[in-house]
């Protein structure tokens, strides 16, 4: 059974950095790419960034490219998302996700998908 938790939200203020951390089980951690994804209630899920197998390949959302960073340790099965300078924007649920095929940020290409882990920033 594939299971994929999140875990580093929190409460914080803006200019702080956060890191999430995404712990996987039950798949072949390195033959999978990794996303990162975020939601706003009432909002379309939006996607952050991807990290291919064995990191050769990052992808970032414009809107957070040059402030997170996605990188992987496949000896621990984890996908973390370095997150700096938040602003109040930066609230939301975020989720991580996993699938074979190739990298992108669209939700629809991904298979597997952690329940996420809230993330709040005050100013």
């Known amino acids: 059974q594939v299971e994929l938790v999140e875990s580093g939200g929190r409460l914080v203020k803006a200019g702080d950095s956060l890191r999430l951390s995404c712990t996987t089980s039950?798949?072949?951690?390195?033959?999978?790419?990794m996303g990162w994804f975020r939601q706003v209630p009432g909002k379309k899920r939006e996607g952050l960034s991807c990290?291919?197998?064995?990191?050769?390949?990052?992808y970032y959302a414009d809107s957070v490219k040059g402030r997170f960073t996605t990188s992987r340790d496949n000896t621990k099965n984890i996908v973390y998302l370095q997150m700096n300078n938040l602003q109040p924007e930066d609230t939301a649920i975020y989720f991580c996700?996993?699938?074979?095929?190739?990298?992108?940020?669209?939700?629809?290409?991904?298979?597997?998908w952690g329940q996420g882990t809230q993330v709040a920033v005050w100013s």
């Open positions: 996700a996993a699938d074979r095929g190739g990298c992108g940020l669209g939700e629809g290409g991904f298979t597997y």
């Open positions: 039950g798949l072949r951690f390195s033959n999978y790419v």
């Open positions: 990290i291919s197998e064995l990191s050769y390949d990052k």
